[in-house]
């Protein structure tokens, strides 16, 4: 029997890691029947990592917080002994503004905040951060709010919220947000090794995607520096590698004694994906894009990286590949299958990208015999 360990990251704008996972299982199916599939939904940090801490065994927890421009958001966080596992795409990020409306100026981390203090107040001792796909560039002021921290204005008032808000920031004390996660261990999961400030810093970088002009990144970059004197005087914290992430999220953080460590590495690890590794004959991975950017710590690089390492062959699906065999094969990668070739176009792929997925199951499928035998001969594939 044929043993697949299918480890997908999500399709970002189409499908979810889950999804993925089932459809080429189900065109596995279909041509490998006597397969055994054991499925391992992963993420990187961003969008998906509770789905990815939920399909490994933890439990939905619910939680109600203030969405990136103060309205109400429902959500749900994942926990598991006393392992919080947090996502600010879901919370605070691009995804949760309402109708999608762009805020650069306004939008907060005060609801991510908010999710840390809910997890604390439900036992959690460990609390797992994950990073990415924010609305905001608010060095973390509306997290460090919600937490107790006060951050206030030339008149002793609460700055108002966003970068607006950052703005007139005249003196802080985050003796009180620190008291609140007193026994708590933060978790900042991330692959972002960019600083707060400067050409490569959380506004310059991620600043546009906000909805941020060029003039507004420069302006957004002397709010940040000027913020950051008063929170981190000795300048370690702005300085960091990660301090740069989520529009700041990362340093706010780091100031509370955070921990950084790589999304796709906690992720798996939540997944206890080298024990499913272990009995393995082959694995899947992939995402929405397989292009330089996967190379760089990205969940399906890392996937491909430990089972190489287990000496298991590698197979990758992807809406679009652009890396070429030499440097699939240097991450661990034997082949790779697209949609796109099988699609019109690009809007096509994401339209029927389930039902391309249950095409490539089959192929993968149809072909197990070849790759597994050639894999286990005498001259093991790239």
């Known amino acids: 029997m044929t043993r697949l360990l299918i480890a997908p990251d999500k399709f970002k704008g189409s499908l979810t890691a889950a999804e993925v996972v089932a459809a080429l299982s189900r065109g596995l199916a279909e041509t490998a029947p006597d397969a055994e599939i054991t499925a391992c939904p992963i993420a990187d940090g961003g969008d998906g990592t509770v789905d990815a801490a939920l399909a490994a ?3 939905a927890q619910p939680a109600t917080i203030t969405g990136p421009t103060g309205e109400v958001r429902e959500i749900v966080w994942a926990l598991e002994d006393d392992t919080a596992v947090l996502e600010l795409a879901d919370a605070v990020g691009l ?10 100026r306004d939008a907060s981390s005060r609801g991510l905040g908010e999710l840390i203090l809910a997890a604390v107040r439900a036992g959690a001792r460990e609390i797992v951060v994950g990073l990415g796909g924010s609305a905001s560039t608010d060095a973390g002021a509306g997290l460090l709010q919600a937490l107790g921290a006060r951050l206030l204005d ?3 008032k609460d700055i108002a919220p966003g970068l607006a808000g950052l703005e007139t920031l005249a003196s802080v004390d985050l003796a009180p947000a620190r008291e609140a996660l007193e026994g708590a261990v933060l978790i900042a999961a991330n692959d972002v090794a960019n600083p707060l400030l400067g050409d490569d810093g959380a506004a310059a970088v991620y600043g546009p995607q906000k909805g941020l002009d060029a003039e507004a990144v420069t302006l957004a970059d002397r709010t940040l520096a000027a913020a950051a004197a008063l929170l ?3 300048g370690a914290a702005s300085r960091a590698e990660g301090a740069g992430a989520a529009g700041g999220v990362g340093f706010a953080l780091l100031l509370l004694g955070a921990t ?8 798996l690890e939540l997944a206890d994906f080298d024990a499913r590794l272990a009995g393995a004959d082959l694995v899947v991975t992939g995402e929405g894009k ?4 996967t ?3 990205k969940g399906p690089a890392e996937v491909a990286r430990r089972a190489a390492a287990a000496g298991l062959p590698v197979l990758a699906v992807a809406g679009a590949v652009t890396l070429t065999g030499e440097e ?5 990668i034997i082949g790779a299958f697209d949609l796109l070739s099988r699609a019109a176009d690009v809007e096509d792929a994401i339209a029927r990208g389930e039902q391309l997925l249950e095409e490539v199951g089959r192929d993968i499928g149809r072909s197990l015999p070849a790759l597994l035998g050639e894999h286990r001969g005498p001259s093991p594939l790239p």
């Open 154 to 156: 030339a008149e002793g």
């Open 260 to 267: 950084q460590r790589s999304g796709a590495d906690v992720v």
């Open 295 to 297: 190379l760089q710590g």
């Open 95 to 104: 995804k949760a503004l309402p109708g999608g409306d762009l805020a650069p």
């Open 290 to 293: 397989l292009d330089a950017q």
């Open 328 to 332: 699939l094969a240097g991450a661990g």
């Open 232 to 234: 981190d005087p000795s």
């Open 57 to 59: 065994g933890a439990t």
